[in-house]
């Protein structure tokens, strides 16, 4: 508005001036609701890795510079660090052995004596320049002068089992493609190349198909084993196979890791692979099937403290002054407890005990007391992430701390 049209409005009586002032207001009310909306948006389009649950993977290509300070050191080993060095081979994996012994001075050429001492020593590994050992299994024919028949003697059934592929060339096949995640053409490539043979990319499809069928009793024998875990650690990731998208499930025990495939990401995967009566502390994220599969089948649940400073620090850099100190003050909790941890060496475990307990009850405090809260013209809550974060903490805060 320039002063002349200003000016006009001034002229124009007390009632104009008014009707401008309250215009002015509404439209400085809406511009400031919009701006909180978008640093809102903006904060959540900032989410990363470091303070929410997305996956590391789900990162941008162009990653953020390290705040790390440089600490100004060459790189490489420092001086005054021990050397690491690989260990030697012992003498029974030494396939062949050469000696070098000096037959006079190198210096003066002259006479040397051999003296007892240990020698240095040189270690190398190669490849064998066929890597492939090939067998043949003959069965010959006889006759059979009673039934006037030929008969061959059969092949014993392990060898018909195995077919081209013996089993540690079955066995490597089998690691490329599920441990270095190589495909088919890359392995046959591979075999090709290095082994010196072609095979087919079908063919080992069906090595891959045999393994597969092969561990189907030990998968099976750890499936009926897992519910009987005390502790279990489960997650779960996204994937499409021939665009259509299926879940990996992957529950840890103590001794081993079992992955299940299913197109539901929901609680009932849970209820398949665990039971009704799982009697364990379940390990888990804070998404909404764990917390179904808890609530109806009232099982112990560790939810993953990981995941949940990443969230907080998520709140300590939220826009909103209040939001921001609410995240920071459960922060410094969460940070304490983790000291008093790192630091309990020297602590009787009684005194360890009674220590966690004032450390984890600081954090609840801090999580529920003086939580930020507005509500607009409509009576929704403005601040819904801190409230939405004390709802969790009030829920489900115990799950937090359990101890197995």
Known sequence: MTSE????????????????LCDFSSAIDSLLEEKKALEIKIAKLSKNPSNSSKRPSSDDITKPESRRKKSGRAIGGQPGHPRNERPLFSKEEIHDSLHYILTNCPVCSGEVDIIEGKPRIIQQ?????????????????????????????????????????????????????HVCHASFSTIRKFIRDVLGEKVSRGYLRKVIEKVSQSLEKPYAELLERLPLETKVNVDETGHKENKEKFWTWVFKA????????????????????????????????????????????NITVQFCLAHLI?????????????????????????????????????????D?????????????????????SKLDQNGKETKREANNMADRFEKHGDAYFQRS
Request: with cysteine.
């Open 5 to 20: 049209e200003a000016l006009i409005i001034y002229n124009s009586g007390p009632q104009a001036v008014v009707q401008t």
């Open 125 to 177: 590994m190669k490849m064998t320049e066929v890597p492939l050992l090939k067998e043949e299994h003959c069965s010959y024919p006889v006759w059979c002068k009673n039934c006037r028949e030929i008969h061959y003697k059969p092949f014993p059934p392990e060898v018909v089992k195995e077919g081209l592929f013996k089993t540690n060339l079955t066995a490597l096949v089998a690691y490329m493609k």
């Open 254 to 297: 103590d001794l081993y890791v079992l992955f299940k495939i299913d197109k539901s990401r929901g609680s009932q995967v849970l209820i398949d692979v665990l039971g009704k009566e799982f009697n364990g502390a379940l390990g888990c994220d804070y998404y909404s099937s764990y917390r179904k599969y808890m609530k109806d089948f």
């Open 310 to 350: 990443r969230d907080i620090r998520f709140l300590a850099t939220f826009p909103d002054a209040r939001t921001k100190a609410y995240g920071l003050k459960l922060l410094d909790e969460i940070k304490n407890l983790f000291r008093i941890i790192h630091e309990h060496g020297g602590m009787k475990p009684e």
């Open 352 to 372: 360890f005990k009674k220590t966690l307990e004032k450390a984890k009850d600081k954090i609840m405090a801090a999580a529920l007391k003086d939580i930020p």
